[in-house]
């Protein structure tokens, strides 16, 4: 595929598709399912967006393998997959990304580029890299140094686009005019007209002589195409080695600004060169054409692509669905086409029809997207617990989590030494005093200095400090202390977080509420972390088992109110001993109720001891009525307590629920 541009298809076995979007994120889908191989998000990714990409190629690949195979250093086995992507970006910077690693390769910065990189070429075997940029140059890169090799002007204005020859002697480059360069010397070697606007693709092509005895020397049969902005023209032109003629040969007719070229290459001069237009606007134009010269007429597409959504209804109308990339198989009778949006594309392999001139296929596609990218947490696998083991808390399956904090341990040492009696040593004493002297200084500042304190209790583990912080529950001095601490803190505190979470069910309640303030505040930070699904796994399960629970006590706390409500209404026989009063007993019924509060097993017989059978049952009556309103006073407490029996800690404070939804 035209390399250099938005896409472009992994080389050789075309296994994988890399896109810069407009977002600016580079990302390779693999071609046979269309899931997300790769996605990188550049760490300046809003100033230096991804502007073009290019892989490298197989042979280079292959050779690199083989030279980590020898080494033994790296992990063998990547010599089949396609790996290096070289991404140049809108502030002049090129990286070089390895898609089996998943990281950063290395870095081209030095001494190249100072302005957005347009174009980007590699070299089939000498390992170099060509960029070009909209500040006029065009640089060569050395892969294995990472250094400028040599940096000239390459035109007046902005250079565009960049080809490199299939001989690998000569470098195709365009702004307003196209030149073609001698590599090993950088000189001209020929100029070409070029179009009205500025180039924004350039792409070889070879004609084999059917003279074989005669050795190619890379100039014979050489043709080339070069589109612009906003043209319907692609040009084809002929590099001759002996005639000096600056104009296009031939010219073929497309519907919009050609934005991604392939073609099959011809074996013979028999053999027509298939060509596969993208246009801006979301068309793939199919030329067949035998390259023998002039024609002075533009030519027309033998064949037009175009893919819409069904129109459900009699009403409804079909949209059209943009085509972005498309690709020859290496069958050259089927295309590889990649439509859709930017950041969920599908890809599919289409038979190429010779007989229709206009095929337009109907497909359905989602609105919505959603990148499925496998998250660590899923891969984390239950090891077998031993029965007499108990998980207390959630957390990652299969790991225990933390019930207490260490603090409290400090706290009985304290109290076991005083309950002996043996005084302390006065090292011991002073030592304790100093402490006393530094809370009293903490107090002091506290309201000033919420994020230095915060700052200095996650670096140093200092639990005296953390507690005055996390257990504020003013939403406003939380708030003011989120926003102000530096960004290398917000992990760890997501982290101490989750960890409080995990202990006391009361602490739950307010380490809700910073919960809740630092994902709002900083979660434009959190998403720029690569590695953010590792760090917040252990969160994310908390969350989602709290979540879970919180289903099956809404349901327990519906039908709670539904039986207290009925035993409100339901009409009781006891309502008549309320008429019944003797002032001889009252005391004996004051500490009745107290008996039966403390135990149900002594309270019959304290009664056959001073009471008669009537008056037994008169009293047994009243504290029934005594016992209901008991419970209609205290009955959202028993509904809370139950509920965190069911639950095991109380995550239903309103802060909770928000938290969850």
């Not at 070089?96 to 957005?116: A, C, D, F, Q």
């Not at 020859?328 to 229709?356: H, T």
């Amino acid at each position: 595929a035209a390399g250099g541009g938005g896409g472009a298809f992994s080389p050789d076995t075309q296994a994988y598709f890399a896109l810069a979007s407009s977002d600016g994120h580079p990302r390779a889908w693999e071609t046979a399912t269309t899931r997300l191989h790769q996605e990188y998000v550049p760490s300046a990714h809003l100033s230096g967006t991804c502007t073009c990409l290019a892989w490298a190629p197989a042979r280079l690949q292959a050779k690199e393998s083989h030279q980590r195979k020898k080494r033994k250093s790296e992990a063998t086995g990547t010599s089949g997959q396609a790996d290096l992507l070289a991404l140049g970006t809108a502030v002049g910077s090129i990286l070089l990304y390895s898609t089996v690693k998943g990281e950063l390769h290395s870095k081209l910065i030095n001494g190249g580029h100072e302005n957005r990189v347009n174009c980007i070429q590699w070299h089939q075997d000498n390992g170099c890299l060509y960029s070009c940029s909209d500040d006029k140059y065009i640089v060569e890169w050395n892969i294995q140094t990472c250094k400028v090799k040599c940096k000239w002007k390459g035109d007046n204005s902005s250079v565009s686009a960049l080809c490199i020859s299939p001989d690998g002697k000569m470098l195709l480059s365009a702004g307003r005019t196209i030149k073609l360069w001698v590599l090993e010397t950088k000189d001209i070697y020929r100029h070409f007209t070029g179009h009205a606007t500025s180039v924004s693709s350039l792409m070889f092509t070879t004609i084999r002589s059917s003279n074989e005895s005669q050795p190619f020397d890379g100039v014979t049969g050489l043709y080339f195409l070069s589109g612009a902005v906003h043209d319907r023209l692609l040009n084809v032109w002929q590099v001759r080695s002996e005639s000096r003629e600056k104009s296009a040969v031939l010219s073929f007719t497309v519907t919009d600004e050609p934005v991604h070229i392939d073609l099959t290459l011809s074996e013979n001069k028999e053999e027509p060169v298939k060509l596969a237009v993208v246009c801006r606007d979301g068309q793939v134009h199919l030329f067949e054409h035998i390259l023998n010269g002039h024609c002075k007429k533009p030519l027309t597409s033998n064949c037009t692509i175009q893919i819409a959504t069904p129109g459900k209804g009699k009403k409804a109308t079909p949209k059209p669905i943009p085509i972005l990339a498309t690709g020859f198989c290496s069958d050259k009778m089927s295309l590889l086409l990649v439509y859709g949006n930017w950041f969920q594309p599908a890809i599919e392999r289409v038979a190429l029809n010779s007989k229709e001139s206009h095929v337009c296929l109907e497909r359905e596609i989602s609105n919505c997207w959603a990148p499925g990218v496998e998250t660590a947490v899923t891969k984390v696998r239950t090891p077998v617990v031993n029965s007499e083991a108990k998980v207390l808390m959630p957390g990652i399956p299969g790991h225990q989590a933390l019930n207490k904090p260490p603090a409290q341990q400090t706290k009985e040492v304290e109290s076991k030494r005083k309950l002996g009696g043996n005084e302390g040593s006065i090292e011991e004493r002073l030592g304790a005093m100093g402490i006393a002297a530094k809370e009293g200084k903490d107090e002091l500042l506290q309201t000033n200095s919420f994020p230095v304190l915060l700052t200095q209790g996650l670096e140093s583990n200092d639990l005296e400090m953390l507690n005055k912080v996390l257990q504020t529950r003013n939403l406003n001095l939380i708030k003011k202390t989120v926003l102000r601490i530096p960004l290398h803190a917000v992990i760890p505190l997501l982290q101490e977080l989750t960890k409080r979470l995990q202990g006391h069910p009361n602490s739950g309640v307010v380490m809700v509420q910073w919960l809740k303030c630092v994902l709002t505040v900083h979660a434009s930070y959190l998403s720029t972390l690569p590695d953010l699904v590792h760090q917040l796994g252990t969160l994310y399960q908390l969350m989602d088992s709290r979540v879970k629970t919180f289903q099956k006590l809404s349901h327990l706390h519906g039908k709670l109110i539904l039986l207290i409500t009925k035993t409100k209404r339901m009409p009781s026989p006891a309502q008549q001993a309320k008429l019944v009063y003797e002032e001889e007993s009252s005391e004996e019924e004051s500490d009745d109720e107290i008996a039966e509060k403390d135990s149900d097993d002594n309270w019959d017989e304290d009664e056959d001891e001073k009471e008669s059978v009537k008056e037994d049952i008169d009293e047994e009556n009243e504290e029934e009525d005594e016992d209901a309103e008991e419970k209609e006073e205290n009955g959202e407490d028993r509904e809370m307590s139950s509920e965190k029996e069911v639950n095991g800690d109380s995550d239903l404070d309103p802060e909770n629920e928000s938290e969850e939804e």
